[in-house]
């Protein structure tokens, strides 16, 4: 099998890294490989904030309430970025360049911008034989984290990437199966999608009790409901409109 395809197939969060930092060399050619993810219109709507104070991770960790965003080989933070593209043009024509910045199409493209550049940079950050972990907890307290890196409006930070040298070796958690998420033309019957969702309960529940740790006893269904009953990080909203993105 292609090793392209083999590391991407092969994925699995590592949520416990050795004492062991990244290098520079290892981060610039992450970084590179996360810069030449595809782009809408060549905007490069994103930037990324690389956190080495041991006590600003401590600060993210009490946010997420995870201990790897501190203990890991680096630690990279996703934030969409239209303040570098504000700044361009006369007084006049920012004026209207700010105006339709605050589109949520605009809003959209950085966020797509951002997550395009951060898988990029997870696999080539597996393919040096790191392990990854995303970090949407970052959003746990979106005005903390936005203060504590000192983002400027129209930067909001997303999601971390926490990359280091696995001290774990997980299973691989399975996947929603093909069926459920590629259709050919159209949209599936409910009862198609039920069918595949039962059908896929099974393994998850199968998979959560005989893994190596943390057995439970779950589904993907149970997860799920749990998930959308609780109303989660409504800050996140207007603190993006008070960045003055995603206002119309």
């Known amino acids: 099998m292609n090793q392209t395809i083999e590391t991407l197939l092969h994925h699995r969060s590592i949520r416990k890294f050795k ?15 996360a810069q030449q993810a595809s782009t809408s219109s060549h905007v490069m709507a ?53 105006e339709n910045m605050e589109s949520t199409e605009q809003f959209i493209v950085t966020v797509i911008d951002a997550a395009l550049a951060a898988q990029n940079a997870a696999t080539a950050a597996e393919a040096l034989g790191l392990g990854i972990c995303f970090l949407g907890s970052l ?14 409006d129209r930067v909001v930070p997303l999601f971390g990437l ?25 949209y599936p019957s409910p009862e198609r999608q039920q069918q595949l969702i039962q059908e896929f309960d099974k393994e998850l529940l199968n998979y959560y009790q ?25 800050d996140v909203g207007p603190f993006v409109k008070e960045k003055h993105l995603n206002k119309q």
């Open 19 to 33: 004492d062991q930092q990244l290098t520079t060399e290892q981060i610039h050619t992450i970084i590179r490989a």
């Open 46 to 98: 994103y930037t990324i904030i690389g956190v080495t104070d041991p006590s600003l991770k401590s600060e993210l960790a009490k946010v997420s309430g995870q201990p790897y965003v501190k203990e890991n080989g680096h630690l990279f933070v996703f934030c969409a970025d239209l303040k570098r593209n504000q700044q361009l043009g006369s007084a006049e024509e920012q004026v209207v360049i700010q």
């Open 139 to 152: 959003r746990n307290d979106i005005q903390r984290v936005s203060s504590l890196l000192n983002l400027p």
């Open 162 to 186: 926490a990359a280091g040298y696995p001290d774990q070796q997980p299973e691989i958690k399975p996947r929603l199966p093909l069926e459920a998420v590629y259709h050919e033309n159209t």
């Open 210 to 234: 005989n893994r190596s740790s943390n057995a439970r006893k779950a589904t993907w269904s149970s997860q799920m409901i749990d998930k959308y009953k609780k109303p989660t990080r409504l």
